[in-house]
């Protein structure tokens, strides 16, 4: 699976699109996942295109006539738009930017025909020494073919068929009765082949559900099944990219439950997660379903909104507050009285970085307790200060001091 991270735009035409389906249902993320594949290896590309073009090259130089040029020609115009194609595909899915995906899926078909072109000029011309290395050639790429497109199995298929299905024309325009033995070799080869591809193509599929599964339980609260502090970070980075990207701006609230101790003292722990459960859910209800929530850990919880009006999270704060200060029913019947008290910081005015971001909200969190509770406070300089003296315990001589105006 690919480990740098790019995203390959998926077919969009009609042909390319059923060639790169794996035949099975997947879920959009690892249908991109999947076209990825299709660009790597590139030690096995150039290997195949090396191999290749070599053995055109030598029989071109063995049998200078027009039909052995013409495949040596094909080789080296389709091995050459091949690289051209994936070095584009390369940068432009640095950028960001949709990728030729569909040039590359034809081209990787043209390869194959050209191949099988030339296992079967070679058998028809009768020269055993040239048409032994181009079956043996053939045979090799067949390998190839399948570890480096297994993501695609229908491709693999085809690729198989054009490299390889030549040879049974080529046998028959051979004369030779002992070669008719491939007119079996040669449909169970394709068989067995494209039937690896399409279990490897589901073993592999397997693997990335479970990495995604794996990966979403690592960044979930398991409590609440909300975002957890990593989650959260994930969040944030990415919103602040997208911000670099000019795509807006935008709020992060620090939320913390006024009274939650003595319902937990009171009632229990179960009580207590009860109660952050449906916390968690009340948040869901009320904030844009764009909007991530996160609880990072006891009764804290932070919500980073997708609008990115200033106003906007300082009326999302009132909201949230007005719900949390009415009775809340535990399971079992018992009613309780909390409150929210609320911090809230903008990007990228009050911090450039995720922990930045954090840390301003958290003091106007502060802030907001020492008011009162049950309130919601703006981030400033003079809340990051507040904060900054009870983490150092007033002492403010051997820490620099942070500010967020």
Known sequence: MRGDGLAFSLPRWRVTRWLADPGHPVSSDIRVALTGELYGCWSVFAGGAVNTVAVAAALALRTPTAPFISWFVLEVVICLSRLVVMIIAYRRARAQLSTPTDIHILLAVAWSASVGFGVGITLGAGDWIAASLTCISSAAMVGGICFRNFSAPRLVGTMILFSIGPVIPGVALSHAPLLYAMYLQMPVYFLAMTGAAFRLN??????????????????????????????????????????????????????????????????????????????????????????????????????????????????????????????????????????????????????????????AADAALYEAKASGKSCWRLASAEANLAALRKVTGGDLTTRPVMTAA
């Not at 719900?323 to 409150?339: D, E, F, K, Q, S």
């Open 202 to 359: 589901k073993m592999l599929v397997a693997v990335m559900h479970a990495k995604r599964e794996s990966d979403e339980q690592a960044r979930r609260d398991p409590l609440t099944g909300l975002n957890n502090r990593a989650g959260l970070i994930d969040a944030l980075q990415s919103r602040l990219d997208s911000k670099r990207s000019g795509q807006g701006r935008f709020a992060v609230l620090y939320l913390d439950l006024d009274g939650f101790k003595p319902v937990n003292d009171t009632f229990g722990h179960a009580a207590g997660d009860g109660l952050l459960k449906i916390v968690g859910r009340t948040l869901q209800d009320v904030v844009s379903p764009a909007d991530v929530i996160a609880r990072i850990g006891g009764d804290e919880f932070v919500v980073v909104t997708s609008d990115p009006a200033i106003d906007h999270a300082l009326a999302l704060g009132e909201r949230l507050i007005d719900v949390m200060t009415a009775p809340i029913a535990l399971p079992g019947g018992v009613r309780v009285n909390i409150g929210m008290s609320i911090g809230i910081a903008a990007a990228p005015d009050h911090g450039s970085d995720p922990e930045a971001l954090l840390f």
